[in-house]
């Protein structure tokens, strides 16, 4: 990859995100840092979305939109980061946006703290645009052991250098439910520790219908990162699970 490479590569899984996903794109197009492209990975979407994002990419070569059958966030995510021609690698899902400083202000940050991953906090709103729960705001700096906790990384403020370990991808048999959280742990895992900007950059839209929300049913992928893919036997793997049980209570209490 050519080291003068600052291209950022914005990873947006689509599946029937009309409603909000003009909303995303906005907000990626008004970016302060401008070396940017959007992949939008259509994935099998029976809604308006993918016209909507088309009419983006008719008038900003930057967004790009592909379609693939319906295979879930994580491997919608994979493809758009084999597509990805940006050393800096961020995902954003089609419901949650940036702040206009959001990309600045984390590469700023990466340099500042010689860091490989970064994250930061963020605005909990509902369906209507309206703060629904208090900011998230993240601590300065966390480690493996931390993130097994419970995840501090929302996917929308999280950004990876790919220059000293190249492209990680998702675990796809996660399909929706806990890829991202396995994705942050296999960055960690060779970065060691990921920083925490507290500045708020964005907003996390928390949708009545969120399956991530329903811990019920979140619990059993949650189960099986532990003991299948970071192979801890059951009880150590039982201790996370009821720390992040905890932890997640908290973290959606008003």
């Known amino acids: 990859m050519d080291a003068n490479n600052r291209k950022v590569s914005i990873i947006t899984p689509l599946y029937n ?3 909000f996903v003009a909303q995303t794109i906005e907000s990626v197009i008004a970016q302060t840092y401008q070396d940017w492209e959007m992949i939008i990975i259509n994935d ?5 979305g993918p ?17 693939q059958p319906n295979g879930g966030s994580a491997s919608a995510r994979n493809n758009g980061i084999r597509r990805a021609l940006g050393r800096y690698i961020a995902l954003l899902d089609a419901d949650d946006t940036w702040m206009p400083y959001f990309l600045e202000s984390q590469l700023d940050f990466m340099r500042e ?5 970064v994250f930061g906090s963020h605005l909990r709103i509902d369906e209507n645009g309206r703060e629904c729960l208090r900011p998230f705001v993240v601590p300065e700096k966390v480690g493996y052991r931390d993130m097994l906790r419970t995840c501090y990384i929302s996917c929308l403020t999280g950004l990876y250098d790919t220059k000293p370990f190249g492209k ?4 796809e048999e996660f399909r929706s439910l806990r ?5 942050w742990l296999e960055i960690i895992k060779k970065c060691k520790v990921a920083y925490g900007n507290q500045r708020i950059l964005g907003s996390y839209r928390i949708l009545s219908s969120s399956i991530s929300r329903d811990k019920k049913k979140v619990v059993i992928p949650q189960y099986r990162v532990y003991r299948h ?3 801890f036997n059951v ?17 959606y209490r008003k």
């Open 113 to 117: 703290n010689e860091a490989v991953l």
């Open 51 to 67: 016209a909507i994002c088309r009419e983006y990419a008719a008038k900003d070569a930057r967004i790009k939109v592909f379609d």
């Open 179 to 183: 890829d991202d959280y396995v994705y």
């Open 235 to 251: 009880f150590v793997s039982l201790y996370y699970l009821i720390c992040w049980a905890i932890t997640g209570y908290k973290k």
């Open 229 to 231: 893919v970071e192979g």
């Open 168 to 171: 990680v991808f998702l675990h």
């Open 44 to 48: 099998g979407s029976n809604d308006n």
């Open 17 to 19: 995100g009309s409603r």
